[in-house]
């Protein structure tokens, strides 16, 4: 296992393992009240491993091992810890691989950093899931109450969502219009998804303006793909991916 070191970026200090090779650097991005060491994340390290790639995982502030109170987390403060791996990790080019949330966030950071940002890959991609992820009644608890706490089915913790990353959601929703993000994109997506619509994939891709873009539906696959056969399929479509780069 890589070493695990901290950055200290804009008074936040974020844990993180870089593991050096060929580039560009892989960057995995964790879902909402996830972190770096899910599954998939170490899943795709250790292929990196293998494989000479350079890999980078690690948590958003309030998440994990990073420091801070995840309830004053906004959704803009998780895309400025992702640009600050970018750049001062990093430092290179880089392919993003957002889980869930962390697919908005890859976006997002597409966007920011188009000339590093050389291919995205996403599982069950969330973006503008502020929107359509909430019910009004839920809405409106939201802006009265400040925040909302579900029953987790990923963890005893209760699922909990406050004002200021739900309104930092709505400022930064994406699919209203042409995504202007032009590299080549992968999307994965399980059929069997509870939590996010696999449809949402293909309204990202007619969303995005690049001409590389493939969806990939996988058949009873659930949110998190994370079943051998799941992981197989992410490593297999990041080295094709890869190759071709």
């Known amino acids: ?98 889980s869930s949330m962390g697919g908005w966030l890859m976006l997002l950071a597409a966007l920011a950093r188009p000339e590093q940002v050389k291919a995205l890959v996403g599982i069950a991609a969330a973006p503008d899931f502020t ?7 839920q809405k409106e608890e939201l802006r009265t109450q400040g925040r909302i706490e579900e029953v987790s089915s990923y963890s005893e913790a209760p699922y909990l969502t406050t004002r200021i990353f ?12 042409e995504v202007p993000v032009d590299c080549p994109v992968r ?17 990202l891709m007619e969303r995005l303006r690049s001409a590389d873009v493939q969806a990939h539906v996988v058949k009873g696959g659930d949110h998190r793909l994370s079943r051998p056969d799941d992981i197989a399929l992410l490593i297999a479509t990041v080295k094709t991916l890869l190759e071709r780069l």
């Not at 929107?131 to 009644?137: L, V, Y």
Request: glycine residues 12%; negative net charge.
């Open 1 to 98: 296992m890589t070493e695990l070191r901290h950055l200290d970026a804009r008074g936040r200090r974020l844990a993180f393992r870089h593991r050096p090779g060929r580039g560009p650097t892989l960057v995995f991005l964790p879902g909402y009240m996830s972190d770096m060491e899910g599954s998939k994340a170490t899943a795709l390290d250790a292929w990196a491993e293998t494989d000479g790639r350079a890999m980078l995982r690690f948590d958003y502030a309030g998440c994990g091992m990073s420091r801070g109170a995840f309830e004053d987390q906004a959704l803009a403060d998780w895309r400025d810890d992702v640009l600050a791996m970018i750049d001062e990790v990093a430092s290179g080019p880089v392919v993003l691989v957002g």
């Open 166 to 177: 739900w309104e930092s959601g709505e400022a930064l929703k994406l699919l209203g219009s």
């Open 187 to 203: 999307l994965l997506h399980g059929t069997a998804d509870a939590d996010v619509p696999w449809r949402l994939s293909l309204q």
């Open 131 to 137: 929107d359509w992820g909430f019910t009004d009644a």
